[in-house]
């Protein structure tokens, strides 16, 4: 079954490309939902959401949603949602954390509550130069400017007008990466759901994305593989704060100070599942992507730098996707070595792969531009290709991008409308979708004859509080539809 009516006519001006070796069509609609997935405080920042539909629909379902997001901060006197305008995430060795909440079906378009069930800690090394000469936060320099950028604000919003302010030059990110979660093998009794998460490990050179691995049973508490004697245990961490006896003290801070460290996954040969390239600050990349299970066959897909290139400037960096695959994701040396399915893509292309909703085929979206360029440069987007069928092949058939491949541009742009600064430029990064347990594509059921529903984050779009001081905090994230059909004869 098609996720839309063969043969229905999208609504409003539409233009169609077609996909699935030519049996399919994907219409770009004007009028295609779209919306506010989450409009963050300044100090918080989301992305790269998945949001699952779990089995049953009473808790912990029907929803969950999991994310990265900022790593924790001392609770001021004003609370965890007050802290100063000019935060920015602008220190590798910060971390992050990953966020878990469960969200009503009512509600499925909205960013629900959602608690750090793991933080990333500190990786070891100096901070940058840049982090280290900052002023500090309650030093006269930091308090004056914070006055400045909240009258600023104010002033912009008290006439009205759209401030015109250049991108931040500090250099911002996430170097902790992305979550993906799954669930276990419950047809044959096992009750946990499955995260595979990177982290950043010091090496020479720099650092490298490595994969870790945790587990929930609950979307509560929080099981994580760390390394022991001899080989590796599962410890808990993190999970909702609970009072000691006779102390108002919460056990997860407590636990997450002594915590040993991740041990890293072991492919079936034995070897850590590493990005290939280490690299300074947040220049590193790799091992972010989707796991979509497939006839009690886990398949993890995920991009890395080319290792040819790991020598090259970060924006020349070549990527590949790869396949690994496993029939446990949470036993140890099941995951398969890596198959190479495509190579030669563009810098930081971001690709996430899932089994397309009522058929067998894989859907494959991916970041892109579209092949026209305004003043302010290429215009970001989300590309978007079906498969023939589920074999890996079917994948590496695809072509993803415009001669040349380097520039980044598609003609199987989804052509998103949400987001965006007052001169039109836009972001579409860290982007997720939404998954059944088995992280192949779902819908909220608000829209059932959709093909998807995407989330991602834009790094240009205007923060709630008027500011400016962070391309990260604050930053709105968006959502969007599709529509795909058979092509008619």
């Not at 990265?68 to 220190?91: F, I, N, S, T």
């Not at 320099?141 to 250049?166: H, I, L, N, V």
Request: glycine share 12%.
């Amino acid at each position: 079954m098609l996720a839309g009516p063969a043969g229905a006519a999208p609504k409003g001006s539409a233009a169609c490309y077609a996909t699935g070796g030519g049996a399919l069509e994907i219409c770009r609609s004007d009028d295609e939902a779209e919306g506010v997935y989450a409009l963050p405080p300044a100090c918080r920042f989301v992305h790269d959401v998945q949001i699952l539909r779990l089995k049953d629909a009473g808790p912990p379902g029907p929803l969950q949603v999991i994310y990265r997001g900022e790593p924790p901060r001392k609770e001021g006197r004003r609370g965890e949602d007050a802290c100063p305008a000019d935060l920015q995430a602008d220190d590798p060795a910060a971390g992050g954390s990953v966020r878990i909440g469960r969200q009503v079906e009512a509600l499925a378009t909205v960013l629900p509550q959602a608690d750090p069930r793991f933080v990333g800690a500190a990786v070891e090394g100096a901070a940058p130069a840049q982090a280290r000469q900052k002023p500090r936060r309650n030093s006269r320099e930091s308090r004056r400017a914070r006055r400045d950028a909240r009258r600023e604000a104010r002033e912009a919003r008290e006439q009205g007008k759209m401030t015109f302010k250049p991108w931040p030059a500090v250099n911002e990110g996430d170097a902790s990466g992305s979550a993906m979660m799954v669930a276990g093998r419950d047809w044959a009794g096992d009750p946990y759901y499955a995260i595979l998460t990177t982290a950043t490990e010091p090496v020479e050179g720099g650092h490298r994305r490595v994969l870790v691995q945790a587990r929930t049973y609950d979307f509560q508490g929080l099981d994580l593989r760390v390394e022991a004697e001899p080989g590796t245990a599962w410890m808990p961490f993190g999970g909702p704060p609970q009072a000691e006896e006779g102390r108002g003290r919460r056990r997860g801070g407590r636990r997450a100070e002594g915590m040993p460290k991740p041990a890293p996954v072991l492919d079936e040969t034995g070897k850590a599942i590493t990005g290939h390239c280490a690299a300074p600050g947040f220049e590193a990349r790799g091992l972010s992507g989707s796991i979509s299970m497939v006839d009690r066959t886990y398949h993890y897909f995920y991009t890395d730098v080319l290792p040819a290139d790991c020598g090259a400037p970060v924006g020349k960096r070549r990527m590949g996707l790869y396949l690994r695959t496993s029939r446990d994701p949470l036993a140890e040396r099941t995951w398969s070595a890596p198959t190479t399915l495509l190579e030669g893509l563009p810098a930081d292309t971001l690709v996430r792969v899932a089994k397309a909703r009522g058929m067998d085929r894989w859907a494959v979206a991916y970041s892109c531009s579209r092949p026209v360029t305004v003043s302010g440069g290429p215009i970001a987007d989300i590309c978007l290709h079906y498969t023939a069928d589920l074999s890996p092949g079917s994948i590496s058939a695809l072509t993803l991008f415009s001669d040349p491949v380097a520039a980044g541009h598609s003609t199987a742009y989804l052509g998103l409308r949400s987001g965006g600064d007052a001169l039109g430029r836009v972001t579409r990064d860290g982007f997720g979708w939404m998954t059944d347990r088995y992280g192949n594509l779902e819908t909220p059921g608000l829209y059932p004859d959709k093909g998807g529903f995407l989330t991602w984050l834009d790094r240009r779009a205007p923060r709630a509080d008027g500011g400016d001081a962070s391309s990260l905090y604050g930053r709105p994230v968006f959502w969007a539809t599709w529509s795909v059909r058979a092509k008619a004869p």
